[in-house]
């Protein structure tokens, strides 16, 4: 893993990287779905880390059901995250010691900007990251490279110097086709990779292994 002491710039995804927010998403979904179309969690789970478009427009294919039921679960979701969401383990450290030794540190997701800001703030970790980039900024949404070229451009760094850490293999995927190195951290439900199509540079089962690994990378 000699490319862990190559690195300038980490990219995070949000939901289920830095908050656990699994429970709230869940809950969202399976009620907005159940006015379009039946669904069993375990299969919806599965998809956990696509656009919310994309992940409506697996079970849905009336493109204006589609738009209708991404609005209901964004409604809802907006209710129920502070409720059933927490912080991931060493999150906070992690963050620390990135920004204590002056890697770029960075925010994409698939929620929208003003909502990133929201979590963040709420679990008092926005005042680690350069930038954040959220579903305006994406173009496409994941597994399309947009958000993390967006990124880039904006710290003015190179695909080559960075990582994108996530919990989905569509994170993977992501990477991939923004030419950075990605980290998975492992998730129960989530697709595997294989069934992608990619391999991450590297997976890990926590983050408090990942900031270990990063720090003997420097030793």
């Not at 669904?39 to 478009?53: A, C, H, N, V, W």
């Not at 569509?170 to 595997?192: C, M, P, W």
Request: hydrophobic letters at 40%; glycine letters at 4%.
């Amino acid at each position: 893993m000699n490319w862990l002491s190559k690195l300038k710039t980490y990219i995070f995804d949000l939901d289920g990287t830095l908050v656990d927010s699994e429970e709230a998403h869940l809950s969202s979904w399976l009620e907005a779905l159940s006015k379009f179309s039946p669904i069993k969690t375990s299969e919806l789970q599965r998809y956990f880390g696509l656009d919310t478009k994309y992940i409506a427009a697996k079970f849905i294919k009336d493109e204006e059901k589609i738009k209708q039921c991404v609005e209901l679960k964004e409604r809802l979701f907006d209710k129920l995250w502070k409720e059933k969401s927490c912080i991931n383990r060493c999150v906070r450290e992690l963050l620390s010691y990135l920004k204590e030794n002056e890697f770029n540190i960075a925010v994409a997701s698939s929620n929208p900007v003003n909502r990133i800001e929201e979590i963040l703030n709420f679990f008092e970790i926005r005042d680690f990251f350069d930038v954040i980039a959220g579903r305006e900024h994406a173009g496409k949404g994941k597994p399309h490279p947009d958000i993390l070229l967006y990124i880039l451009k904006r710290l003015e760094t190179n695909a080559s110097v960075a990582v994108y850490v996530g919990d989905s293999p569509f994170d993977v995927l992501t990477a991939k086709n923004a030419g950075v190195h990605s980290i998975l951290l492992k998730y129960q439900h989530r697709l595997e990779v294989a069934e992608v199509g990619v391999v991450p540079d590297l997976i890990v089962n926590s983050l408090c292994e990942l900031l270990s690994l990063i720090k003997q990378a420097y030793l």
